[in-house]
């Protein structure tokens, strides 16, 4: 059994995820704790340059599965490329970002192993040569430490909480192919339904704008949006929203929806129930535009205006807009 | 098509967490049925009505209240109830509670099972998965439209991805994990919740499903807890209330010099 850190890399569109780097700069701190090295895996098709940055971002040594069964993700031909290579490099420690396929590929490759595995996990500390993990509990009511016992230990990170690290791109590490049986794999994703448009995702959006009831209309998301289009930001929704049939549910954020930890949080007609509060609270910075001056969001948020948001947000709007142009 | 649906007992979204001794203090907490796992209820009862066959049973570990949770499926119309109780399962973990339905499950005709995506309490989401990997089926997650093939030996399922769904096709038996979207769920109605006030519903306990007491509990947990704690209040900052023009120049302002989001 190694010391050993690693970093399972997710490749989406020919890119690997801002996550996996936010997880190299995190491994690499524990890594030094531990006394072991930092190591990096991609699996794809194709892979050729894309796992590169791996190295420039930290990777001491970076493992790439590349064939033709490995370029959509299935849960089963993943479990049984990882297993096989978790189980030569015995690591201390296996870090997956919790995205969609993060959390959909850790349970089954952690039960495969025989390991533990914290889901969505947001802090890590070495005590005493071993970890203690913080991880929030209640969409974020409560946080939770916890502790695992069976190696190798394993945990899924949310995105938005850990630095990127300073890329050195002249920086090289020794890449090792590894041999890939992806073995029966009985599930098989047969089409991808793109969103139109691009959208800003929300877990890992910078800025969000979020709408609530308070936008009377569904229509009135477009003054949202436009807001959010200025500022580069995702357009999140309350369950109130949602729940109307305003919006999808992945727009949700909250208990019964995302979690999210922007920079900046923009509440739109949100009165901050319980449940919404629980998925934003985190936000660097809230802000928050409401009619009524009693609502719970006040409590949380860092600016607020009370006051109509048909009035408010197109002045936001053009006034953002003046900034950047200045800028 | 025999359908199970496994069920979780949770506390109210609406309710406020209180911590005591670095624990979460339920003394307070009102418990409802995990709401994923609502959805999951509904998809089953909508195959079964769709197909004009089938069996649902419901599955649930845990303390004696998880009864309830069960009598709630019970009455939008699941036709079978089975807890899953043994001083042995307290402080399972999510590797062990998929191992205490596995061994059910293995006892049971299963086409599909359904659970919800996640519980909104420990929030893990693992069990549904891990209990596929054990049964030694695929599984599909996030699940938020489903169609059965006409033989029902296939599905088709939609899963939420970042930026969009993605279609996948698994051959039954398999795990699906509900999530938001998927369907309504209905209510109950008067007549179902008084039918089944008096249901007695079996109990199954570690030696019954042939699981090892060593391997479950909070002596078995490969995840532990070790403390709980509230996060940090917010203070609540710069509330303007003026003229919602002016008041918006402001914040805007604010939020670049203050903030620095530009």
Redesign the interface.
């Known amino acids: 059994m190694s010391n050993d850190v690693l970093v399972v890399a997710e490749i989406r569109e020919g890119a690997i995820k801002k996550v996996a780097f936010e997880m190299l700069g995190e491994g690499r701190r524990i890594a030094s704790e531990l006394g072991g090295n930092l190591l990096a895996v991609a699996l794809g098709h194709g892979i050729g340059d894309v796992a590169a940055p791996l190295a420039h971002y930290g990777a001491d040594k970076v493992f790439v599965a590349d064939d033709p069964t490995m370029a959509d993700y299935t849960a089963e031909g993943y479990t049984n490329v990882l297993a096989g290579l978790i189980g030569e490099l015995e690591p201390a420690l296996v870090l997956l970002g919790a995205t969609t396929q993060g959390k959909d590929l850790a349970p089954r490759l952690a039960a495969r192993l025989g390991a533990g595995l914290a889901s969505d996990c947001t802090g890590f500390a070495v005590q005493d040569g071993d970890l203690r993990i913080t991880r929030p509990i209640y969409a974020g009511k409560a946080t939770a430490i916890v502790r695992e016992t069976a190696r190798p230990y394993m945990a899924t990170v949310r995105s938005n909480i850990f630095a990127v690290p300073e890329p050195d791109t002249s920086r090289e590490a020794p890449t090792e192919t590894v041999s890939v049986d992806a073995g029966d794999i009985r599930a098989k994703v047969v089409e991808l339904i793109k969103e139109a448009g691009e959208r800003v995702e929300l877990t890992e959006a910078d800025i969000i704008v979020s709408g609530g009831r308070g936008l009377k209309e569904p229509e009135n998301f477009a003054l949202i949006e436009e807001l959010a289009g200025v500022l580069g930001a995702a357009v999140g929704a309350s369950r109130a929203a949602v729940d109307a049939g305003w919006k999808d549910h992945s727009y949700q954020v909250g208990q019964t929806g995302k979690v999210v930890t922007p920079t900046l949080y923009i509440a739109c007609g949100i009165s901050g129930a319980i449940q919404h509060l629980a998925g934003m609270k985190t936000s660097k910075h809230i802000f928050a535009i409401n009619k009524d001056p009693d609502a719970p969001i006040f409590k949380v948020a860092d600016y607020g205006i009370v006051g109509d948001l048909f009035k408010v947000v197109p002045v936001l709007t053009e006034e953002f807009k003046k900034m950047l142009a200045e800028a | 098509m025999n359908i199970v649906i496994c069920v979780k007992q949770v506390?109210d979204?609406?309710?406020?967490?209180r911590?005591k001794d670095g624990q979460?203090d339920h003394s307070e907490t009102k418990y409802v049925v995990n709401?994923?796992d609502e959805y999951a209820i509904e998809e089953g009862l909508r195959i079964k009505e769709r197909m004009g066959e089938g069996t649902i049973t419901l599955v649930s570990m845990g303390p004696e209240r998880a009864k309830d949770a069960l009598k709630s499926g019970l009455a939008v119309g699941a036709e079978e109830a089975i807890h899953l109780t043994d001083e042995a399962f307290e402080g399972s973990?999510?590797?062990a509670t998929?191992l205490i339905l596995s061994k059910a499950l293995q006892k049971l005709d299963y086409d599909i099972i359904f659970c919800g995506k996640q519980g909104?309490?420990?929030?893990?989401?693992?069990?549904g998965?891990?209990l596929?990997?054990?049964l030694d089926?695929?599984?599909?997650?996030?699940v938020?439209k489903l169609e059965i093939s006409d033989d029902g030996k296939s599905i088709?399922a939609?899963?939420?991805?970042?930026?969009?769904?993605?279609?996948?096709?698994?051959?039954l038996p398999?795990v699906i994990t509900a999530?938001?979207?998927l369907n309504e769920p209905r209510y109950a109605s008067i007549k179902g919740i008084m039918a089944v006030k008096k249901k007695v519903i079996p109990e199954w306990n570690a030696e019954e499903i042939g699981v090892e007491t060593t391997s479950v509990g909070l002596e078995a947990?490969?995840?532990?807890?070790?403390?709980?704690?509230?996060?940090p209040e917010?203070e609540?900052?710069?509330?303007?209330?003026e003229d919602?023009?002016q008041?918006?120049?402001k914040?805007?302002?604010?939020?670049?010099d203050e903030?620095k989001?530009?």
Do not use: M, N, W
């Open positions: 506390p979204t609406e309710t406020k967490i911590v979460v709401p994923y973990d999510p590797y998929a909104v309490d420990e929030d893990h989401a693992q069990v998965i891990i596929s990997e054990l089926i695929p599984h599909v997650s996030v938020t088709l939609h899963r939420e991805v970042e930026g969009g769904h993605e279609v996948v096709e698994a051959p398999a999530q938001k979207g947990a490969k995840v532990s807890f070790v403390e709980v704690s509230l996060p917010r609540s900052g710069k509330v303007f209330a919602p023009v008041d918006a120049i914040v805007a302002h604010l939020l670049r903030a989001i530009l």
